[in-house]
């Protein structure tokens, strides 16, 4: 029961955090790896899932294909 109120709780605080992502410029979420549509892609998780959760898989995954293409270039 703990660990189900605490994982809301982080599930709460993250998605406070994420909304807060969205009043950066197109130039900050750029700074960061993400891009404004990521924000709406990872926006759409059930509430009690974390949307910075996504926004993660979202930029380690784009970052892993720039690095393949870099490397493709060599």
Do not use: C, Q
Not at 4 to 33: C, H, P, Q
Not at 60 to 66: F, G, L, M, S
């Amino acid at each position: 029961m703990v660990n189900t109120i605490s994982n809301v709780y982080r599930a709460w605080k993250n998605r406070r955090a994420f909304y807060r992502l969205g009043e950066m410029s197109d130039a900050e979420l750029a700074d960061i790896g993400l891009t404004r549509a990521d924000l709406h892609v990872a926006i759409d998780v059930p509430f009690g899932r974390d949307p910075t959760e996504r926004l993660r898989l979202i930029a380690a995954d784009r970052t892993d294909t720039i690095e393949d293409i870099a490397r493709k270039v060599t």
